[in-house]
C-alpha cells in the first residue's frame, strides 16, 4: 500500500466493523502459520498473504483463500511426517535371506517355494507357500514375500501369525514387525517392539540396529 492508501485503510478499520474484524483474522492467520513446526510452510504462506491487499481483496474469496492455505499447509506437514518414516524404513529394511536352503529334509515342495522367494519370485512363491502345512515357515515366508511386494497389511497379517505360534522366526518377525508398523507411522506400536529387541537379554538379533533406530524416531 501506499501512504494515502494506509491512511485511507486505516480511517476504514476504525469505522467499519466487518473490515476490522477480516483484517485482524487476517493478521492472526500470518502470525499462526509464521508460528508453525515447518517454517517453509510458515514463510511461504506469509508472503503469499502479505500479497494480497485486505483492503482490495473481496471479502469472501480472502476466506477461501485463507482457508485452502491451511489446509494445505497441514496436509504438507502431515506428509512430510509420513515421508520421514518412510525414509527410516527404507534405510532400515533389507530383505530377509534365507541361507539355509534345505529347511526341511522331507519337504522338498516347501524348499522350493523358498527357493522361488531366494529368487525374488514373490508371487509364485506365495501360490506355493499356500499349498504347505509348515505353519509357522509358511506364514512368515508369506509375510516377507508380502513386505517385499509393498503389501504392508497383509505382511503384517501374516508376521502376526508366527507370533502368535510362537514356534519359530519369532524373533525375525518381530523386527520386520517392527519396521512395517514404522511405514504406517504406528509409533506407539514401534517403540514399544524396539524396546522388546534391545531389552531382549536372550538374543541379540538386530538390537544395534533396533538402537539405532530408536535413536531416530
Known amino acids: 500500500m501506499t501512504k494515502s492508501e494506509r491512511e485511507q485503510f486505516e480511517s476504514r478499520l476504525k469505522i467499519e466493523d466487518q473490515l476490522g474484524q477480516d483484517y485482524a483474522s487476517y493478521q492472526e492467520l500470518i502470525n499462526a502459520l509464521e508460528l508453525a513446526n515447518n517454517r517453509r510452510i510458515g514463510d511461504k504462506t506469509s508472503i503469499l498473504l502479505k500479497t494480497l491487499n485486505p483492503e482490495k481483496t473481496n471479502r469472501n474469496w480472502l476466506k477461501v483463500a485463507a482457508s485452502v492455505l491451511i489446509v494445505c499447509s497441514l496436509s504438507y506437514l502431515f506428509f512430510s511426517s509420513n515421508q520421514k518414516e518412510q525414509n527410516l524404513y527404507d534405510q532400515f529394511f533389507t530383505v530377509y ?7 526341511s529334509t522331507e519337504k522338498v515342495d516347501f524348499n522350493n517355494c523358498i527357493a522361488l522367494y531366494s529368487s525374488k519370485d514373490y508371487l509364485k512363491s506365495i501360490d506355493c507357500l499356500s499349498d504347505q502345512k509348515s505353519e509357522g515357515l509358511m506364514h512368515f515366508y508369506k509375510g516377507m514375500c508380502y513386505a517385499n511386494l509393498g503389501k504392508t497389511d497383509l505382511a503384517i497379517e501374516q508376521l502376526k501369525l508366527v507370533e502368535a505360534q ?51 524416531i
Do not use: D, G
Open 97 to 103: 535371506e534365507e541361507t539355509n536352503t534345505q529347511l
Open 166 to 216: 510362537n514356534t519359530v522366526k519369532t524373533e525375525e518377525s518381530n523386527w520386520y514387525l517392527t519396521l512395517l508398523y514404522l511405514k504406517k507411522n504406528e509409533l506407539t506400536e514401534v517403540q514399544k517392539r524396539l524396546n522388546q529387541i534391545t531389552n531382549n537379554q536372550s538374543s541379540n538379533y538386530k538390537k544395534t540396529a533396533a538402537k539405532q533406530l530408536l535413536e531416530q
